[in-house]
């Protein structure tokens, strides 16, 4: 089975500070891979999404993640953190393996606090 | 825009007590998602439809959850009777073509 792995359990940064999340997951075969955001007490979002093509995408609120392939990492970044990016960052693989395209497995997610 | 509404919001039930929540998936979308999420236990997909039709219900508790999609533009998720355990917060997602998923409000859900 799929499995993705977010090292980071709690993050705490600085406004202004530089923010680099990572994420791995177990299968080296065709991937999509997500990064979703949940701000406090509200439900998951979008940040960003990787298909196919350019390895580094770019999301909304000024965040990007690169997708290297050989290292089965999709690591989500950001140059310089706000106070409202605090929220619980969770890392997505759809595994097309299982032939079921739609099926997501999620990280456990990592909890940013970013202080003023 | 659209987005993908829950109710209720929040729940507060005692043990023993059937509970019900509803999603409403964006309009057009064909597959429609149920997700638990705990402290603990984090993210867990629970079950999945798609075209109103069953795919995967393997991570749900057979013996006293349902999930059912009657229409469309309705998924149900069942629990009878509720337990303590089943604190949580349950979100809905639904997806199109595109294997993106959007995420409801989510049901927050107490069990006494």
């Known amino acids: 089975a799929q499995s993705v792995s977010q090292h980071n359990h709690h993050v705490i940064l600085s406004e202004a500070a530089s923010l680099e999340l990572g994420c791995n997951y177990s299968?080296?075969?065709?991937?999509?891979l997500f990064w979703y955001v949940q701000y406090p007490g509200q439900h998951l979002q979008l940040l960003l999404k990787?298909?196919?093509?350019?390895?580094l995408v770019k999301g909304i609120k000024g965040f990007e993640a690169e997708f290297i392939k050989s290292k089965f990492s999709f690591n989500l970044r950001k140059p310089s953190v706000q106070w409202s990016d605090t929220a619980e960052y969770f890392c997505?693989?759809?595994?097309?393996?299982?032939?079921?395209?739609?099926?997501?497995?999620f990280g456990t997610g990592t909890r940013l606090q970013v202080t003023l | 825009d659209a987005r993908v509404t829950q109710t209720p919001r929040h729940k507060v039930t005692e043990m023993g007590q059937e509970v019900t929540m509803r999603c409403q998936p964006i309009?057009?979308?064909?597959?429609v998602f149920w997700y638990r999420q705990t402290m603990m236990q984090g993210l867990e997909l629970l079950a999945y439809?798609?075209?109103?039709?069953?795919?995967?219900d393997s991570g749900m508790p057979k013996d006293r959850f349902s999930a059912e999609m009657p229409d469309a533009t309705l998924a149900t998720l069942k629990i009878q009777p509720s337990e303590p355990r089943d604190s949580a917060v349950y979100f809905c997602?639904?997806?199109?073509?595109?294997?993106?998923?959007?995420f409801g409000p989510g049901t927050r859900l107490t069990v006494l």
């Open positions: 997602a639904s997806g199109g073509s595109t294997d993106t998923q959007y």
């Open positions: 299968y080296g075969g065709t991937v999509n």
């Open positions: 990787y298909f196919s093509g350019d390895p």
């Open positions: 997505a693989v759809n595994d097309l393996r299982t032939g079921t395209a739609s099926k997501l497995t």
């Open positions: 309009l057009g979308h064909n597959t």
């Open positions: 439809f798609r075209n109103r039709a069953p795919l995967d």
